[in-house]
């Protein structure tokens, strides 16, 4: 249930610079829903009994539509699990499904036709929630869908007969079902309920005020299939439904959904949960040009957020046809930061031929440690001065550090530079090749590469990598979990990925290129 601008690899050289004019904008809301829980989700409840404990989500769910619609909103983006919940056992869920049609093979409105299927009232709840108050609304829930048994042991039917999923579903403004999207990319810890689909599916919606829009949840982000295949069909607007656990240094919630709108030039509506034990938070509104962001501190309380921003429309086939303008409009609610446009490229297609893969032969920093960040094993080298300059490989995988660091008041913190080329393969399996510099949590060499969410060394840097794929997500994350846009980066012919950064507004916690390698994930 998890999981830059610049450029064209997904990078070319880019300057910071204003922010371009759009004639065409919408307006947007996520919500970070924190949910009611199933307190023994192991235990199968009666269907009335599920529904009652629904209904107690959806009732906060109609008072969020009903907040999103007085500040204009057009779309509404709830979170993943945020009706049912999580942790059921595939038996224990069978309360909690519908049997959810497919849009592309029938229309049904469940508003107005509620009498069409049975066991519907989740769905009768979303459309009428709709069209109530006149805006598409994207959700997440628990599909049924009766698969046939067959006696070939390759069948992906289960013995059961049936698939169950976890499942995006959309309504348009008049309350008609008009796109439902399967995970795909199963955080199997937590989702022995569900099954994953035989096939990855590409699914798109369009709307009268932004165009088309493409679907995908959670730990969907971090793979090639449906988000990358979504991307280089040129869907420039993407909808995220999420159960995030904040994972720093690297995957932080708001840190790798700001990277990721960065690299891959789109608009991501983020909605994630809002769970203290499970560490989930963080949600927002993101474009290539701006960020609307919520991230809860430790100790605050745990509560819903709505977050509310009008962005530029950026499907390349509807731009110029609405005459609106870019008028801002933010919750007072929220947490805002507006971020300069990075200079990604606007092509329809900004993605060209991945570099060579090929390593410089650059000798590590001396003192080089190895030390687990995520659960890879990065090498690192302590960062000792108030500035320098220091190389640190990992097999051939080399990136390269220039800073200079601005310590405050008598702080006593440790930073360390790392890098890391291989096979994650901790609660999932991808390809990486990492360039991070990280704050370490504690003053030992073994804390690097622990989470920390507050520093206050401020740091002017150059961090470079040469890297064997042009899917490369640059994040600098300060203190208190502050997004921070990059002043530059680039990307030149042979690979190398260049980030430059000064002026932070805060401590820096992380500053990473974080390259995915998904041609190897199967290897």
Known sequence: MFWVVVVSFFLMSVIVHTGPVMNSS???????????????????????????????NLDIYEEQAARAAQQGAQILVFPEDGIHGFEFSRSSISGYLEAIPDPQQESWNPCTEPGRYNNTEVLQRLSCMARRYNLYVVANMADLQPCPLKTD????????????????VVFSSDGLLVARYHKYNLYQKYEKAFNKPPQPE???????????????I??????????????????????FPTAWTSAL??????????AFSLAANVTLLAANLRNSRRNMRGSGIYTPFSATYYHAQKGEP????????????????????????????????????????????????????????????????SATFISSMLGDPFT???LNQTEGEVNVCNGTFCCHLQYRRFPQGGSEEIYAFGAFAGIHTVKGRWALQVCALVRCAGLDISSCGQGAEEA??????????????????????ASKLVLEQPEHLETAADGTVTMRHSNMTGGLLTACLFGRMYHLDNE
């Open 26 to 56: 919408y307006v947007a809301a996520v919500y970070e829903h924190k949910i009611i829980l199933n307190p023994d989700p192991r235990v199968p409840l009666s269907r009335p009994e599920a529904l009652q404990h629904m209904q107690k």
């Open 153 to 168: 042991p390759s069948s992906s039917c289960p013995p059961d007969g049936r698939w169950q999923f976890n499942t995006n």
């Open 202 to 216: 590409i699914i798109t919606f369009d709307t009268p005020f932004a165009g088309r829009f493409g679907l995908i």
């Open 218 to 239: 959670c730990f969907d982000m971090l793979f090639h299939d449906p988000t990358i295949a979504l991307v280089e069909m040129g869907v420039r607007q993407l909808i």
């Open 249 to 258: 240094p690297l995957l932080g919630s708001v840190q790798f959904q700001r």
């Open 302 to 365: 745990e509560e819903g957020r709505l977050l509310v921003a009008r962005v530029p429309v950026l499907d390349p086939l509807w731009v110029g046809r609405s005459g609106t303008t870019g008028e801002g409009v933010v919750s007072s609610q929220s947490t805002s930061s507006t971020l300069k446009d990075s200079g990604n490229c606007h092509q329809e297609s900004c993605l060209d031929s991945p570099p060579p893969e090929t390593a410089p032969s650059v000798p590590p920093s």
């Open 380 to 382: 690192f080298v302590l």
């Open 456 to 477: 206050e060394s401020e740091m002017d840097f150059t961090l470079e990598g040469k890297f064997g794929t042009r899917y490369v997500y640059p994040s600098v994350l």
